[in-house]
């Protein structure tokens, strides 16, 4: 991993085990490096899975693959390849797929469909399936790893680990959900923006974790961006191993849902933010949120054509409280406002009111803010109800130096 972000959180959070899932990690050498890049999790006998994958018309055939296994709703492995997307590469990348899958599945005595598999890296490359089956034969017998590794091993250009954790009540039982992920560029909310995984103790049938899966991905995951670019490998999957013993979920209606998804909701806006705050080259955080639309869909693609306009972020890059870029991007959205209706504000300080700056304004406190790492911009259309909240970071030349020699 390269130099640490400025916004990395401290440490790598403390992480509960997940009864029924069992993470190692080896070294397949899919690239020149000396670190671990194949993840290998095995899941427990009845472990229900709901996934939701990329909106790219180009996708991996890991992400077809996902795609075709997911409505079957059971898993007993996980494997993810770093250093080589496998994505556009015909024939040989599908090839490659179906032999993880057969050799997992083989070594664990279940359906090939069982088996889910990602791969995170260069695009163009077929995936070497020599180097894969030797990672997986030393992933067989290495020891059990800890989260912290498992995240770690996933990474590409991040350039820190990234875990979450959330809890929730179901009856008297409680139940664990975990979550690692990676991202830092080719982010943007076409689902799924980049690779996550999250493990629950958790008895739901896959169905309703489905259900509260996407529900969650709409909120979260669908509501970051760090480049507009979306990648042909994003996936986010959630394995439910049902250890924890409570009664199993079935519907929403029963006690506890609303529990778990609220605890799977929390646990998908931590892995978003941390995504975020990993952005390649990014030193702020910035949280944009849209209301007054005339609908939440329409606010929040406004939101996005702010989050996205390069101009917006190198503003604040440039801690330079231009506020006009923010009206641009407003205008260019293709949804409705009214220009005489349109209010900014940076932070807690309102910098444009019913389409004029507001006059006498002190752009001192705005100045201060930007300096900051968080950012707040906020945006009234005055138009309706529809509200939505969209996060970003800052557009510097770091972003230009990591991607100019990506594949060097």
Known sequence: ?????????????????????TARVARARYKNWDRCDLTYVE?????????VTTQSKCPSPEVEWCRDAIPLGSARALVVNAGNANAFTGHRGRAAVEAIAAKVANHLDCQPSDIFISSTGVIGVPLPVDKAEAGLEA???AAPCGWEDAAATIGTTDTYAKGAHASAMIGGTRVELVGIIK?????????ATMLGYIFTDAAIDPTLLQQMLSAANRQTFSCITVDSDTSTSDTVLAFATGKAGNAPLTSMEDAGADAFAAALGDLCRQLAHLVVRDGEGATK????????????????????????????????????????????????????????????????????????????????PVAAHLKGQDILIGVDLGLGEGRA?????DLTHGYISINADYRS
């Not at 899941?43 to 996934?51: M, S």
């Open 183 to 191: 991202g830092s560029g080719m982010i943007a909310p076409d689902m």
């Open 43 to 51: 899941l427990a006998e009845g472990t229900a899975v709901a996934g």
């Open 389 to 393: 909240t969209v996060w970003t970071c």
């Open 1 to 21: 991993m390269t130099d640490r972000s400025p916004l990395a959180p401290a440490a790598f959070p403390e992480l509960p085990p997940i009864a029924g899932v």
């Open 139 to 141: 992933a067989f017998t």
């Open 285 to 364: 955080f910035v949280e944009i949120t849209v209301e007054g639309a005339e609908s939440d869909a329409s606010a929040h693609r406004i939101a996005l054509s702010i989050a996205n306009s390069p101009l917006v972020k190198t503003a604040i890059a440039g801690e330079d409280a231009n506020w006009g870029r923010v009206v641009a991007a407003i205008g260019k959205a293709g949804e409705p406002a009214d220009r005489d209706k349109l209010s900014i504000r940076f932070g807690a300080t309102q910098v444009a009111s019913r389409g004029l700056a507001v006059e006498g304004y002190d752009e001192a």
